[in-house]
């Protein structure tokens, strides 16, 4: 039976090294890997963070083809390092919106309906409250019009709901549809005859 490895020093310990190392490691301090360099052979082996299986193993025609992929490999796992850190400050991160914002939904098949709501009240880092909110139309010949928010103008006989915020975007996903924050300019809407 094969004992696997179970910690980092195990699995540092079971990494194949090739006879004439020459250990290259990233001048990046966040990354942690290591090329191995088998000069004579122009063989170099790559291991990412403490893995025990080799990134790529691989014999090159000449030096400078195996420094252009050393290159690329560390220039590549910074990028991921770069890639996850910004994923987890996004994730982590707060959104700006605040109490009395007013959120919009704006869609349909065939027509647009707009529908305008109001922050309530904040919930934790990525949770709000939002309650539908009045509008102003004024209707074109068209069948088409415009549409204004009133702020404080809730509907009497619609509760407030809970929703979580895209810190990205500042959005907010009402049933299938995506909420946007309103910057105070009419929004179009149309009717059905």
Not at 13 to 37: N, Q
Not at 72 to 79: P, T
Not at 99 to 126: E, N
Request: hydrophobic share 35%; charged share 25%.
């Amino acid at each position: 039976m094969i004992k696997r490895p179970i910690n980092a020093a195990e699995r540092l310990e079971g990494r194949w090294i090739p006879k004439h190392d020459l250990a290259v490691r990233p001048k990046d301090k966040r990354l942690t890997a290591v090329v191995y360099i088998d000069t004579p052979h122009l063989v170099a082996v790559g291991y990412a963070g403490n893995a025990m299986n080799p990134t790529f193993n691989l014999t090159f025609r000449s030096m400078d083809n195996m420094s252009d992929h050393v290159r690329m490999f560390f220039r590549g796992l910074a990028l991921s390092v770069d890639a996850k850190a910004e994923r987890a400050a996004e994730r982590n991160g707060a959104h700006s919106i605040k109490v009395d914002d007013i959120f919009y939904t704006s869609g349909g098949y065939d027509m647009t309906q707009v529908s305008f709501y109001q922050v309530s009240a904040l919930s934790g880092k990525t949770m709000i409250w939002l309650r539908p909110i009045k509008d102003r139309r004024v209707m074109g010949e068209d069948g088409n019009g415009k549409a204004t928010a009133i702020k404080d103008g809730f509907v009497p006989d619609k509760k407030p709901f809970r929703c979580k915020v895209d810190p990205r975007r500042n959005e907010v996903k009402i049933g299938y549809t995506y909420a946007t924050l309103w910057d105070g300019t009419p929004r179009g809407y149309s009717t059905d005859g």
